[in-house]
């Protein structure tokens, strides 16, 4: 096999031609001056500033001469009282403070002192199952005194028809029928005086931006020329190197290994027709009209009087002054000393405190024997049928009262 190949072939080395750089014209200043019209200035056209007439009338829709009464209800009703005014019922203050420095101590700190930990024996009998064979009994007196009773037919109220009003509507409210428009002066303008506007002054030109900042000398930009494109006069061969050397001369398509199907082919017509277009034929379809419900109601043609319940059936009454039934304050009761006993300090019988055994560093009536794997340290009892044969005194576990020697921690 020949070590040439498609792009060695095809492809020859062409020759290679140095990179010509673009050299940009220098730059030249321009001598003219920039025009700083702008479209606003151009098209803008000034109108002088006139002040606008208001469109409010001035008039009052019902003028009045007389002066407004400007004197309330609660002034005029609600008048003072020439009464003395009324000592006070308070106890006379009679405490004076202790000259003695306060100690800030109290009744619970003087009297319960700090105790320290008591262990003490579990009385608790040991969990054991209990079995019984005797069924449970659900039989309860609820379900032996219960009687059902009937249950009696629910009231049921008819509700009341609505009558409507037949006074007519008098179109008359409070404002309208009391209130009548006083003559007052006209408010008076805040705005401050229109200032004629300066049209023969010139606009300024120059701005902060355009006074304080100093252009930069820009470098001038390299731009490449791309390199023209010159095609390879040779026309390329599309052959690749299976399609030259790897050739079939006795090649044939494959054969197909799947049995033909047998077509029959008879004079009978195919029958489309199927049990749902014989059976299910489309129905016309109708666009059923909308059901509207009859109106019942019937909307009087007179006008509304405005006139409420309380307005038609409310009298006004007189205020009832009602007897207060409290009974009068007998004044401030003598200095009765308060009864300083409680349940606690009446009921309460101090105990002496005992050492525990686990404090000595030889507990007595007990015998050192061996140290576990924690680090306790167990003791087993001089005699087994002495007082303290059932006690069981634990450090770490004070609960398991099955324990029938003591565990010191090291």
Known sequence: MEGLTTSRRDFGPHKVLPVKFYQPDQFVRSEENMDLLTTYKQDYNPYPVCRMDPIKPRGSKYPCGDKMECLPTYKADYLPWNQPRRELLRPEHHYRPASTRFDSRTTHQDDYSIKGQVNTMSCKPLAMPKLCNIPLEDLTNYKMSYVAHPMEKRFVYEAEKFRPCEIPFESLTTHKESYRGLMGEPAKSLKPAARPCGLDTPFSNTTEFRDKYQAWPMPQMFSKIPVTYVPPEEKMDLLTTVQAHYTYPKGAPAQSCRPVLSVKKGGSRFEGSTTTKDDYKQWPGMCPEL?????????????????????????????????????????????????????????????????????????????????????????????QTGSLQSSCFSVGDSENPNQRELAVSA
Not at 308 to 334: D, E, F, L, M
Not at 343 to 368: N, V
Request: net charge neutral; glycine share 6%; charged share 15%.
């Open 291 to 383: 059901v509207k419900p009859v109106p019942q109601l019937n909307i009087p043609t007179e006008p509304l009087d405005c006139l409420t319940t309380t307005r038609a059936h409310y009298v006004p009454h007189p205020p009832i002054n009602t007897k207060s039934c409290k009974p009068p304050w007998a004044g401030p009761q003598g200095n009765i000393p308060v009864e300083g006993q409680t349940t606690y300090s009446i009921s309460y019988t101090p105990k002496d405190m005992g050492r525990c055994l686990a404090s000595y560093a030889e507990p007595p009536g007990y015998i050192f024997e061996e140290t576990d794997a924690l680090g306790h340290r167990i003791y087993r009892p001089v005699s």
